[in-house]
């Protein structure tokens, strides 16, 4: 590994010392040179150079060089100043990981005005948060976040970063994997140490009908992206001390390429989230007509429960997209889920099957979804369900 | 799937143009017949892959590039990526759309991997496309989380598409036969003209170590509704004893 200048084809623009937030680079006459001492290899000049005079040129490491490497990492997602619940769920499965490895958890936050959220972190057990808090980081941009991560994992060495598969998660998680030329699995579904104390990442592949183990046993660190939902959030433990480090990471404007003009939300009034929701009740093609979504709206308003819907019925427009549960859907874990005329197909159960408990009520006794059903029964939603709502009302008004 | 380096075995497997991929290609002959420019369709893969690009072709893609070669096989997303963009290095592009992900690793990870190692930025997920007036920039509607952003960017740039960006038009006769005359080129690895370690399944950071079908949970409790009212209270009763209730 190392770091090539070439200075004939270097212009002397001056964009380079500017990017670095290491101080290893300083203007040498009209060009520039490079302290190899200081320099981490983090990338960020070779991505501003806009005649490519700088090359870094990334190999496979050795056992030595990866005993180097030490500790779980978590780059803890925040929306608009809010902590994403998939943060608090990295954080409970990285404290694992790094307690098998015997080694420190570092939760990372990058954001504006978040710092707010480092206790919460500590409490769900990170040792140390690594907070990056600066105006231009308000919105997230692919360039400002991968400039701030890179710059900290690679002056730090961490053996493992895990990323929320969220949409920015899967935005930013690949750019960092490829400007340090890194290995990345993409959103797991499992994580293990195993012997070697390598990282094992299990995920889906081809529809969720095969299972596959990943390891990246070259490259330091190991890095996955997460499914939300699927591991859940530990108690937080008020008690538990740990260090909060504020990092200035210098991002100059320039270094920025793309800028949010404006951010929409798409959220339905008075439609609760499935990814939030203790409860689902969720529509599949049996529910016949959107008219007849009014059934379960009925039971799902008693329960305080989010209103679901398999694919087809979300494709046919009578729910939006955001109540989508599956595989190209959302994941959701509740603690109930209660599943209306859904056939239970692999891209289904996909995004549903880590839930508590799951009730199904379908007329084909011979539905894939009662195989992983608590409570099924096998009848028509028409006649069962006005049966249900008329005793779940009879239970709370007895209450 | 080979037991021994967990790959796939594409070998005679039909290929085809993947729906996000489609989107993609139907997002650049559209930007093409409103802006003018050309479209080159790229993909690397096993020699099947070229019914993609014809089709790609069919629907209004002017030239195609087909990186394939036994040394290419294997590549995980980073390998992948690099081989891509060792090609589309070489070429002149404003834009570079790729599909949001494939419908069998669906990982997402290539679209952003090869804007970096192309030097360029990345809006990932986008479900609209307009370009400035004065052709220098792009504005899209990037799919977040919560719904939609609204995010610009200098030319050239990289996207990926995604569900809502257009809908992919079938390809016609004429565009079918037509696609058979349109420049087809074949890249191997000699005229990539990269280190053969660095591609492939040799130059792939991330190995699959074993494959298994996923874990089949079993059901618990199944009754029939015969009477939908005895059925109802028994779930009821049932949930409420769970403390779901
Ligand atoms: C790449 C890919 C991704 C996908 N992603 C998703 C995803 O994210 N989410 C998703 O849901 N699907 C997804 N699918 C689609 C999935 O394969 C199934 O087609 C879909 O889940 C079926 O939806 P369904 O169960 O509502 O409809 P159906 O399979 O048609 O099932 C309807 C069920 O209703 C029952 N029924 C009918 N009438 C009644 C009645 N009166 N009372 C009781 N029961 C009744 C029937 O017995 C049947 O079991 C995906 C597919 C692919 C290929």
Redesign the pocket.
């Known amino acids: 590994m190392g770091l090539l200048y070439d200075r004939d084809t270097c212009t002397g623009c001056m964009l380079c010392p500017k990017a670095c937030n290491f101080d290893a680079i300083e203007k040498d006459g009209d060009k520039v040179k490079f302290d190899l001492d200081k320099c981490v290899l983090c990338g960020s000049c070779e991505e501003v150079c806009p005649v490519d005079a700088i090359k870094i040129e990334r190999k496979k490491i050795d056992s030595a060089e990866i005993a180097k490497y030490k500790d779980v990492w978590t780059f803890c997602e925040t929306s608009d100043g809010r902590l994403r619940s998939v943060a608090l769920e990295l954080v409970t499965k990285g404290r694992e990981l790094a307690d098998t490895l015997g080694e420190k958890l570092t939760a990372v936050l990058i954001g504006n005005n978040i710092e707010n959220h480092a206790q919460t972190l500590i409490h769900h057990g990170a040792d140390r948060v690594l907070v990056v808090d600066a105006k231009i980081f308000a919105d997230y941009t692919t360039d400002a976040y991968t400039i701030a991560m890179t710059s900290l994992i690679a002056s730090r060495k961490p053996s493992v970063v895990l990323y929320g598969a969220t949409n920015n998660g899967r935005d930013l998680a690949p750019r960092i994997a490829a400007r340090l030329g890194l290995g990345l699995t993409a959103d797991c579904t499992g994580l293990e140490i195993d012997e070697a104390r390598q990282l094992i990442q299990t995920r889906p592949a081809f529809?969720g009908n095969i299972m596959a183990e990943i390891i990246s046993p070259y490259t330091r660190p190991q890095m996955a992206t997460v499914r939300p939902n699927v591991f859940k959030p530990g108690e937080p433990d008020s008690s538990r001390p740990g260090e909060i480090e504020k990092v200035n990471i210098e991002v100059s404007p320039v270094q920025v390429r793309t800028r949010v003009l404006e951010k929409v939300s798409e959220a339905v009034e008075g439609m609760k989230s499935v990814e939030e929701a203790d409860v689902i009740v969720c529509?599949?093609?049996?529910?016949?007509d959107p008219a007849n979504l009014e059934l379960p709206k009925q039971l799902a308003k008693l329960l305080d429960a989010a209103i679901g819907?398999?694919?087809?019925?979300?494709d046919l427009g009578w729910l939006p997209p955001s109540q989508?549960?599956?595989?190209?859907?959302r994941t959701v874990c509740p603690k109930l889920y209660i599943a209306?005329?859904?056939?239970?197909?692999?891209?289904?159960l996909?995004?549903m099957s880590s839930s508590d408990f799951v009730v199904a009520?379908?007329?084909?006794p011979d539905?894939p979804?009662f195989s992983v059903a608590d409570f099924g029964i096998v009848?028509?939603?028409?006649t069962?369900l006005p049966e249900v709502i008329a005793e779940v009302k009879r239970v709370l008004d007895s209450r | 799937m080979n037991e021994e380096t967990g790959t796939l075995i594409r070998d005679g497997v039909p290929s085809i143009l993947n729906p996000f991929d489609e989107l993609a290609v139907e997002a650049a002959i559209q930007l093409k017949e409103k802006h003018g420019g050309e479209v080159t369709i790229v993909t690397m893969g096993p020699p099947q892959a070229k019914d993609a690009l014809l089709k790609a072709l069919a629907m209004g893609g002017d030239k195609a590039v087909h990186l394939t070669d036994r040394a290419f096989a294997g590549a995980d997303t980073w390998a992948t990526a690099l081989t891509l963009a060792e090609y589309i290095k070489t070429m002149e592009f404003d834009l570079v759309i790729c599909g949001k992900q494939a419908?069998d690793g669906?990982t997402a990870q290539v679209g952003p991997e090869l804007a970096e190692l192309l030097s360029v930025p990345q809006i990932c997920y986008v479900r609209k496309i307009d370009i400035s007036e004065d052709g220098k920039q792009v504005i899209t509607h990037r799919e977040t989380d919560e719904g939609y952003e609204v995010v610009r960017a200098k030319l050239p740039v990289l996207l990926t598409a995604t569900k809502g960006l257009n809908e992919p038009r079938l390809p016609n006769i004429m565009g079918i036969m037509k696609a058979k005359q349109k420049p087809f080129e074949e890249v191997n690895i000699e005229k990539l003209g990269t280190d053969p370690d660095r591609l492939g399944l040799k130059g792939s950071p991330t190995q699959v170590r074993k494959v298994f079908p996923p874990e089949k949970k079993k059901g618990g409790i199944k009754i029939d509704a015969e009477n939908p009212a005895a059925a109802a209270k028994q779930l009821v009763e049932f949930l409420t004893k769970k403390g779901a209730i």
Do not use: E, T
């Open positions: 529809g529509s599949g093609r049996g529910i016949k819907g398999s694919r087809p019925i979300v989508q549960v599956g595989q190209s859907g209306l005329g859904i056939s239970g197909q692999i891209q289904h996909a995004g009520i379908n007329k084909d539905a979804i009848g028509d939603i028409f069962v | 419908i669906d």
